[in-house]
Structure formats: C-alpha cells, structure tokens
C-alpha cells in the first residue's frame, strides 16, 4: 500500500510534469528538492522508498540528523548561513543553494580552503525585491557576484535561485520569475553558467507558476511533509 508521502510526491510529480508541458521554455527535466523541515524520520524514510533522492535543509543541525537518516540521499543546504556554522553546514551537504552575498562567499572560500574542496556547487540567491528585507543579493549587484564564484577556486557557479516574495499576485510571480530566467540565459550565453546550470524557483505554493517560467529546479517542502499538529 502506498504511503501518504508517496502519494503527496506521485501528486507533485505530477503537476510538475503538467507545468513543464505547458512551459514555453523546452526545460527537459524538472528536478524536486524536498525540502524536509517538516519532515520526520518516518516520512523521509517513505520519500525515499517513493524514489525521491534529493533532499533540503535550512538549518544546520537539522540537516546533519536527517542526513543520518537517508545518508545516500543528496542534501542541498538551503538559506543563510551564520559565520561560525559555515564550514559544518557546507560539509554537511553536496550543494549551497543560497549564496547571497561576498561575505559568506568569502566564509565559503575560507571553509573550503581549510577543507582542501575544490569546485564545490553554490547557487546564487538573487533578491528580486531588496525592499522585502530578505537575505540575497540585489539584481544589479549579479553579475560582480558571479565573477567573483567564478574566480574562485573552491566554488563552482552551478546556477541561480530566488525566493518569491511573500503573498505576490501570480502576475507579480510571473514577472519575477521570468525576469531571473531572462538573466539566467543570458549568463548561459556568455558562457558564465554551464548548459547544465540549475535555475532554483518555487516551492510549495507557486513552483507550478516557477516551472511554467522556466525553473528547472524547485524546492517543495510542506505539500511533501505536512507539520505534525
């Protein structure tokens, strides 16, 4: 009998699938991060037994116990990262998904360095909207940003991500997403992101709309793992 998580992953698969279809972009594949804050020993243990492979975490600590309880699964680390937790949470995972700014790009390089690591994935977590106070950086600030992981030894630019900005219209949503994709390309085109790159947008409440604009990577957590009342 399929479990309840299995069930909610054949749904999102699903609808992920339709979004693809209805995108203009030609994106091949769409790839899941389930994003396991909500999640349990138990219902991770069912997503990976439903074929999910890809896991995220925001936090640290986190992270390192669910690692333990699906340790062949791939872990990307999601969200800001404190000074002192840098090193263990980049070790932690096999990919930063929210560098935002040079500071950590340089906590990252250090971390990395004392590691010996080299090539080491981030994407870069770009703030569509700076008025919203949230950690990424600005649009205009990208592409110093993405040279600077490009000359750096220890990181790899392997692509870009976004955070929606809370209760947006669809219209809003559209236009945000479609304006990273736009950059993004542009960044393939000069050759600055591989063909491969991933292009991080959506999560629970909006990754059909992200999808239909051209991510190709989304982030769902709570469709995945409800909050145990």
């Not at 699903?14 to 994106?27: E, I, Y």
């Not at 769409?30 to 020993?41: E, R, S, W």
């Not at 000074?83 to 560098?99: D, E, H, I, T």
């Not at 947008?201 to 982030?219: K, P, T």
């Amino acid at each position: 009998m399929m479990s309840d998580t299995a069930e909610r992953l054949t749904e999102i698969r699903g609808r992920m699938g339709d979004a693809a279809a209805r995108s203009g972009h030609g994106v091949p594949e769409v790839d899941l991060c389930a994003v396991a804050k909500t999640a349990t020993a138990k219902t991770l243990e069912e997503a990976w037994e439903a074929g999910q492979r890809l896991f995220g975490h925001n936090r640290v600590q986190a992270l390192e116990e669910h690692r333990k309880v699906l340790p062949a699964a791939e872990w990307h680390l999601l969200g800001p990262l404190q000074g002192r937790k840098v090193k263990k949470g980049l070790m932690a995972a096999s990919c930063y998904q929210a560098l935002g700014e040079t500071k950590t790009l340089e906590r990252c390089e250090k971390s990395l360095t004392e590691a010996d690591v080299l090539g080491y994935p981030v994407l870069l977590q770009i703030n569509l909207n700076p008025e919203d106070e949230r950690y990424g950086c600005p649009l205009e600030e990208m592409d110093a940003l993405v040279a600077a992981v490009i000359a750096s030894p220890h990181l790899d630019c392997a692509g870009l991500m976004t955070l929606a900005l809370a209760e947006a219209s669809e219209s809003k949503l559209r236009a945000d997403f479609a304006l990273l994709y736009e950059h993004f390309k542009r960044l393939q085109k000069l050759g600055q992101l591989s063909p491969s790159a991933k292009l991080s947008m959506g999560m629970s409440q909006d990754f059909e709309i992200a999808i239909e604009e051209g991510a190709n990577l989304v982030r769902v957590g709570r469709a995945i793992f409800p909050p145990v009342l």
